[in-house]
Each structure stands twice: as C-alpha cells, then as structure tokens.
C-alpha cells in the first residue's frame, strides 16, 4: 500500500512561508498528476496548485503569484512553496498523487498537514 508522508506545516506569521513536502512510500506506476488541496475548519476541500509529470502546473486563483508548486518525479516527491500567506490560508493541507493504470484511475492521499497562520 502507497503512503504518501507530507511534512513542513506549522504556525507561522501573516506574510511568513512555508514549504511543504510529500514523499510516496514506494513507487508509483503510471503517475499523471501531483498536487495539494486544502481543507479549512467547517469547508469542503479545494484545489490549491496541480502539477503533471510534463511540468505543467495550475494554481486556485487566490494562489497565483504566492504558492509555487513543484516534484521530483525520482523522489516520487511533491513540494509546496507558500509565500506572502494569509490568515484564510490557514486549513489542513492534503498530498494527491494521481496515477493511471490500463483501465484503471487510482487516487492517493496523505493525511494532512496543519498550516496556521497567526500573528
């Protein structure tokens, strides 16, 4: 079974940063996309940035300019570059890996990271 092992949320200040990481526990076959949401206190969770095995990204428009995503496809890792963030950043952050096998679409999730930013 794949885990995926987010790490780098914390407490931070309005207009600090943070980078968080996501690593897969074992190789993946047939990756298509990498990327993070997002889930605050009470909210659905949303889409923050996506990024392909080709490098093409996409970011949640309250994103853009602040939060720069990417991967390391030999590292099977995924990173999260936040800067300039905001009290309404705060919420759990979650890992996807998206990956497709003949047929078959799979989906994989961390656990979360907690990003709070207070001052």
């Known amino acids: 079974q794949v885990q995926l092992v987010e790490s780098g949320g914390g407490l931070v200040q309005p207009g600090g940063s943070l980078r968080l990481s996501c690593a897969a526990s074992?190789?993946?076959?047939?990756?298509?996309?990498m990327g993070w949401y997002r889930q605050a206190p009470g909210k659905q969770r949303n889409m923050v940035a996506t990024i392909t095995t080709g490098g093409i990204t996409n970011y949640a428009d309250s994103m853009k300019g602040r939060f720069t995503i990417s991967r390391d496809n030999a590292k099977i890792t995924v990173y999260l570059q936040m800067n300039s963030l905001k009290p309404e950043d705060t919420a759990v952050y979650y890992c996807?890996?998206?990956?497709?096998?003949?047929?078959?679409?799979?989906?994989?999730w961390g656990h979360g990271t907690q990003v709070t930013v207070s001052s």
């Open positions: 996807n890996v998206n990956a497709r096998r003949v047929g078959i679409n799979d989906a994989y």
């Open positions: 074992r190789s993946i076959f047939g990756i298509t996309t």
